[in-house]
């Protein structure tokens, strides 16, 4: 036996274990500090925002935005509501938002439980299809694409141009578009978590491709269909580079794009400006209060199921 054997196991010291307590709040410090950081950065620009819409412009006029307020005023939302008529491009931006989200989860689902529980051979090939779509930068089709919507013709009651372009039908298809491979992608890697046993026994039990799809695999993922439907939201309600390029129409546009006119119309007066961004921001925060417990439901489960 070894000298180390016969001593015995080694017993720590206090010197070693102070060190260990004085080397873990550094990290910890560290870490906080970062966090706090972060939500400093992340939040400045918003409360600088909010900061410049409840002062008049009179005030940041004389004494500049990056000045103590003198007088605060929320004339500027009820300003920034009625002359830009902001409820009628609320609106628009719902008529194109809601549709949008409601058809890609539809297709997107259903392509994902194709590729997820239906053995084909060309499963692979179509998921990689599909996530390849994200990855075309949006600038680089806008050419060909603005030529193609000024050549399909459209019914009058879907566009009363008649055409793809300037009609919001054609705002929904390039979201649909352009959204779907993401979600596939998701739901998909999610669907794939789901035990096979619960497949086998549907089938031992004589039900269709159908019931296994709406009654048995939509129901567990609702988690996170809420979650891309949050998501979704999000990115199809803030979009400004569609509505910008393929409508011309102002009165068509969403609200986002429609903050671009507000600029033009009164350029000097950010403080209203600002305002109605505040005013257009509140559709997506709500969204997210409502779904909350299921968007953060969504990221957990698909994270910690296998």
Same mark, same amino acid.
């Given at each position: ?107 997107? &689902? $259903? ?8 053995? =084909?051979?060309? @499963? %692979? +090939?179509?998921?990689?299809? *599909? ?29 009363? &141009? $008649? ?8 705002? =929904?298809?390039? @979201? %649909? +578009?352009?959204?779907?491979? *993401? ?45 891309? +439907? ?50 257009? +921001? ?25």
């Amino acid at each position: 036996m070894s000298a180390e054997t016969l001593a015995g196991p080694r017993v720590s010291s206090p010197a070693d274990g102070h060190a260990g307590r004085r080397r873990r709040p550094w990290g910890q410090a560290a870490s906080q500090l970062f966090l706090i950081v972060s939500c400093v950065l992340w939040i400045l620009p918003i409360a600088f925002a909010l900061y410049v819409a409840v002062r008049p412009y009179s005030d940041t006029r004389k004494y500049g935005y990056v000045s103590l307020p003198h007088h605060l005023t929320f004339s500027n939302f009820s300003d920034a509501w009625s002359q830009s008529d902001m409820g009628h491009f609320l609106w628009n931006s719902v008529l194109i938002t809601v549709p949008s989200v409601i058809i890609v989860l539809t297709l997107a &689902s $259903g392509v994902a439980f194709v590729l997820s529980r239906v053995d =084909i051979k060309l @499963n %692979v +090939a179509l998921l990689i299809l *599909f996530t390849a779509g994200n990855l075309l930068p949006q600038q680089v089709i806008i050419t060909p694409l603005y030529r193609i919507y000024l050549k399909i013709p459209l019914p009058h009651f879907l566009a009363g &141009s $008649g055409l793809m372009y300037n009609s919001v039908f054609g705002l =929904i298809v390039i @979201n %649909v +578009a352009f959204q779907l491979g *993401f979600c596939v992608f998701v739901l998909s890697n999610y669907m794939k978590s789901i035990p096979g046993e619960m497949y086998e026994a549907a089938l031992v039990d004589g039900a269709s491709l159908w019931t296994r799809y709406w009654r048995l695999t939509v129901p567990l993922c609702r988690p996170a269909l809420a979650a891309l +439907a949050t998501l979704l939201t999000t990115w199809i309600y803030n979009d400004f580079f569609w509505a910008i390029t393929l409508m011309s129409s102002g009165d068509k546009r969403p609200v986002t794009s429609a903050l671009a006119n507000l600029q033009g119309q009164f350029v000097s007066n950010q403080n209203m400006i600002a305002a109605a961004a505040m005013i257009a +921001a509140i559709p997506t925060l709500v969204v997210y209060v409502l779904l909350q417990k299921q968007f953060i439901a969504g990221l957990s489960l698909g994270s910690s199921k296998g």
